[in-house]
C-alpha cells in the first residue's frame, strides 16, 4: 500500500518568516495530495489540495508543490503568523475507495 | 450547508466491551470514511461506505464494522474493545472523490 513520509517533526520559524514542510510517497498511482491543519483538540481542517495533473497551487499565503518524477510534494507558507501554529499533516490518495494516506504531522511553532 | 458532526465527543469503555460511534455527513456528501488518530500520530484510514456498502479498507481487524444510513449518516462499531484502540475517532465526509470534510471526532478511552 502507499506509504508517506512528512519531514520535519518539528519546526520553529520566526513569526514573519517562511516554512517548508516536505512529504513523501512511495506509489506512483497516488493522484490526489491535501493538506490539513489540526489544532489542539481540534478537528483537522483541509487548508490546500493538489492533484497529480498540476505542478504547483497557491492560495494567498500558502502553496503547494509536486514534483510526481520525485514522489514528493511541499507545502510553503509565507509571513507566518502566530495563528499558523498548529501540527500540519499531508496525505496522498490513490483514489477510488482507498482513504488517505496521512503522514506523522509537523508541529509548527510560530516564535513571536 | 450543514457540517459533520459526530457523537459523542467522549467516551469510557472498558476493555472488553463494543462502542458504538456516529456520524452526520456533510449535506450533500454521499461519502464517509472513518479515521483512527492516535495520540501523536496521523490519522489511519479504517474503512469507507458510498451507497451504504464498504466499499475500501485499511489495515483494522473485522471487530471493526461499520453502516452507512440511506440518509448518509454513519456508524462505527468496535468489538471486543482492547486497550491500544483508546483513540480519537474521526469521520469524514466527501462528495465522490472530492475533498474529505472531517468531524470533530469522538475520543475513546479503553480501560
Known amino acids: 500500500g502507499e506509504n508517506v513520509e512528512q519531514h520535519p517533526s518539528t519546526l520553529s520559524v520566526q513569526e514573519g518568516d517562511s516554512a517548508v514542510i516536505k512529504c513523501t510517497y512511495s506509489?506512483?498511482?497516488?493522484?490526489?495530495f491535501p493538506w490539513y491543519k489540526q489544532e489542539l483538540g481540534k478537528r483537522p481542517q483541509l487548508i490546500i489540495d493538489?492533484?497529480?495533473?498540476?505542478g504547483e497551487k497557491k492560495d494567498q499565503r500558502i502553496a503547494v508543490t509536486l514534483n510526481k518524477t520525485a514522489k514528493h510534494f511541499s507545502l510553503h507558507i509565507t509571513e507566518t503568523q502566530p495563528e499558523d501554529s498548529a501540527v500540519y499533516f499531508c496525505?496522498?490518495?490513490?483514489?477510488?475507495?482507498?482513504?488517505?494516506?496521512f503522514g506523522k504531522g509537523t508541529h509548527l511553532i510560530i516564535q513571536p | 450547508e450543514t457540517g459533520v458532526t459526530q457523537s459523542p465527543t467522549h467516551l469510557i469503555k472498558t476493555r472488553g466491551q463494543q462502542v458504538t460511534l456516529r456520524c452526520s455527513s456533510q449535506?450533500?456528501?454521499?461519502?464517509v470514511s472513518w479515521y483512527q488518530q492516535a495520540l501523536g500520530q496521523g490519522p489511519q484510514f479504517i474503512f469507507q461506505?458510498?451507497?451504504?456498502?464498504?466499499?475500501g479498507r485499511g489495515n483494522f481487524p473485522p471487530r471493526f464494522s461499520g453502516l452507512q444510513f440511506p440518509n448518509y449518516s454513519s456508524e462505527l462499531n468496535v468489538n471486543a474493545l482492547e486497550l491500544d484502540d483508546s483513540a480519537l475517532y474521526l469521520c469524514?465526509?466527501?462528495?465522490?472523490?472530492?475533498?474529505?470534510?472531517f468531524g470533530p471526532g469522538t475520543r475513546l478511552l479503553v480501560l
Open positions: 461506505y458510498y451507497r451504504e456498502e464498504e466499499n
Open positions: 469524514a465526509s466527501s462528495l465522490d472523490s472530492g475533498g474529505n470534510v
Open positions: 496525505a496522498a490518495h490513490l483514489g477510488g475507495a482507498d482513504g488517505l494516506t
Open positions: 493538489i492533484r497529480s495533473n498540476v
Open positions: 506509489d506512483s498511482a497516488s493522484n490526489y
Open positions: 449535506s450533500g456528501h454521499n461519502t
